[in-house]
T-cell receptor, first 112, second 115 residues
Framework: GENVEQHPSTLSVQEGDSAVIKCTYSDSASNYFPWYKQELGKGPQLIIDIRSNVGEKKDQRIAVTLNKTAKHFSLHITETQPEDSAVYFCAARVGSQGNLIFGKGTKLSVKP | NAGVMQNPRHLVRRRGQEARLRCSPMKGHSHVYWYRQLPEEGLKFMVYLQKENIIDESGMPKERFSAEFPKEGPSILRIQQVVRGDSAAYFC?????????????FGPGTRLLVL
């Protein structure tokens, strides 16, 4: 079945710097790749997603890129702010199945 | 439009008791997913339901765990005879339609602690 690997597990950046989180997936049939932000004690919040027919998507300071050939996708956060500090999860969905396969998460710390 | 609602937010049970977790999907959503999250880990899929139907329960333990999504009312995840290893955060997500590409919206979760 599908497997999603996420790196790094922790990331610390200075306020204003950029942060990049990378994920790889194993099943070439995966066609949907969301990113979630989870703050302490809360549920995951969708921040951006990308579908397999698109190579890049941007929403203000957040962008996601997808390389289908290499089977990896990345989250880019520019001009980081302390409120960006949270755990970020990537996920992949295979074909017509409903469930998402999640990476293990990246704990992002943005230092003021 | 209210988001996905889950209750209770926190649940404490002693070993051997039953735990019932409830999930009300977003208005207009007819698909519900349950995931479990252990500390410091990602979310693991448990079960996918539509109204009155279990679509995929491949991630759910065969014993003690059951789920339903009745025609009326919330989806229920039921854990019988809880053990300490069941302690985790349980998240529900909902989506408006099924197909090749859909977005899942998560609730705040129920944190289960088994003493």
């Amino acid at each position: 079945g599908e497997n999603v690997e996420q790196h790094p597990s922790t990331l610390s950046v200075q306020e204003g710097d950029s942060a990049v989180i990378k994920c790889t997936y194993s099943d070439s049939a995966s066609n949907y790749f969301p990113w979630y932000k989870q703050e302490l004690g809360k549920g995951p919040q969708l921040i951006i997603d990308i579908r397999s027919n698109v190579g890049e998507k941007k929403d203000q300071r957040i962008a996601v890129t997808l390389n289908k050939t290499a089977k990896h996708f990345s989250l880019h956060i520019t001009e980081t702010q302390p409120e960006d500090s949270a755990v970020y999860f990537c996920a992949a969905r295979v074909g017509s199945q409903g469930n998402l396969i999640f990476g293990k998460g990246t704990k992002l710390s943005v230092k003021p | 439009n209210a988001g996905v609602m889950q209750n209770p937010r926190h649940l404490v049970r002693r070993r051997g008791q039953e735990a019932r977790l409830r999930c009300s999907p977003m208005k207009g959503h007819s698909h519900v997913y349950w995931y479990r999250q252990l500390p410091e880990e990602g979310l693991k899929f448990m079960v996918y339901l539509q109204k009155e139907n279990i679509i995929d329960e491949s991630g759910m333990p065969k014993e003690r765990f059951s789920a339903e999504f009745p025609k009326e009312g919330p989806s229920i995840l039921r854990i019988q005879q809880v053990v300490r290893g069941d302690s985790a955060a349980y998240f529900c997500a909902s989506s408006p339609w099924t197909g090749n590409q859909e977005t899942q919206y998560f609730g705040p979760g129920t944190r289960l602690l088994v003493l």
